[in-house]
C-alpha cells in the first residue's frame, strides 16, 4: 500500500474516533456538570531511505473544555453549583474523585451523596452527615448549617495539574497530581451546573467531520480502482 492511502487510513481512523467523542457530547449536552471532550491530532514523521520523509496524522489525545456551564435555578436546597474554579470532593471505590455535578440528595444512613449514591466529602476528606428532616443552608465557602448549628463544609478542591485530570464515568475525574483547596470558588445553593456543551457547535462540527471523511474515503476508492486498473493492465 502507498504512502497516500496509509496516511489518509490514519486520517481515517482518528476522524471515526472525533466522530464517537461529538456524539458523546451531544448526548451528554443535558447532564449536570458534563464537560466538553475534545480530539487532538499529533503527526508522526518517518525518514525514508534515498527519498523524502512523510508524515502521517493520528488522532489519539482527548482534551477537555473546562469552561464555566450555565447556571440553573432548581430550588432544591441540596443542589449545589460552583460559580469559578473548583471541584466537589466525591469518594468513589476507586478512590476520591473530582465532579462538577453538584445535584446531591441525603440517603437512607443521612450522607449526602450524589445521584449515582457515591458519598460527597467534606474539606477534610470525611462523609457529610445531614440529619432528616433539617433545613439545611450554605454559605458561600460550602459551608453547610441547619438552624445556625454547623454541618460541615464541602470539599471543594482544585487540581494541581488541570490538564493531567483523566476522565472517569461521564462527570468524574482523577486527578493523579492531587488537588488543594479551591480557595476561589463560590457555591450557590438551589442551582446547578448545566453542561458545557453547544449542540450547534458540536452539530457543526460532526458535519464538517462527516464531509472530512467522505472525501478520506473517496479518496481510498479512487486509489483501490486505480490499483485495479494498473494490476488488470499488467495482467492482460
Not at 457530547?25 to 523524502?52: D, K, Q, W
Amino acid at each position: 500500500m502507498e504512502n497516500a492511502s496509509y496516511t489518509t487510513l490514519t486520517r481515517q481512523s482518528g476522524l471515526a474516533r472525533e466522530m464517537q467523542i461529538i456524539a458523546n457530547n451531544i448526548a451528554n449536552a443535558a447532564t449536570t456538570g458534563f464537560r466538553s471532550e475534545g480530539l487532538i491530532f499529533s503527526e508522526y514523521v518517518r525518514p525514508v531511505e534515498n527519498g523524502a520523509s512523510y508524515s502521517m496524522g493520528q488522532g489519539n489525545i482527548s482534551s477537555t473544555s473546562f469552561a464555566q456551564g450555565a447556571l440553573t435555578q432548581t430550588g432544591n436546597p441540596f443542589d449545589f453549583a460552583i460559580e469559578g474554579d473548583g471541584y466537589f470532593l466525591v469518594e468513589t471505590p476507586q478512590g476520591e474523585r473530582l465532579t462538577r455535578g453538584g445535584a446531591f440528595s441525603p440517603s437512607a444512613n443521612g450522607d449526602l451523596v450524589t445521584g449515582d449514591g457515591l458519598r460527597v466529602l467534606d474539606a477534610g476528606g470525611a462523609p457529610i452527615f445531614v440529619p432528616p428532616g433539617v433545613d439545611v443552608a450554605v454559605s458561600a465557602d460550602g459551608t453547610l448549617s441547619a438552624g445556625g448549628a454547623p454541618l460541615g463544609q464541602l470539599g471543594i478542591v482544585g487540581p494541581i495539574d488541570p490538564q493531567g485530570m483523566v476522565r472517569e464515568d461521564g462527570v468524574m475525574f482523577r486527578a493523579d497530581a492531587g488537588f488543594e483547596p479551591g480557595a476561589m470558588a463560590r457555591v450557590l445553593q438551589g442551582f446547578v451546573e448545566n453542561s458545557n456543551v453547544s449542540p450547534i457547535t458540536q452539530l457543526a462540527q460532526m458535519i464538517e467531520v462527516q464531509r472530512a471523511y467522505e472525501l478520506g474515503q473517496s479518496f481510498l476508492d479512487a486509489e483501490d480502482e486505480r490499483v485495479r486498473s494498473a494490476l488488470k493492465s499488467l495482467m492482460t
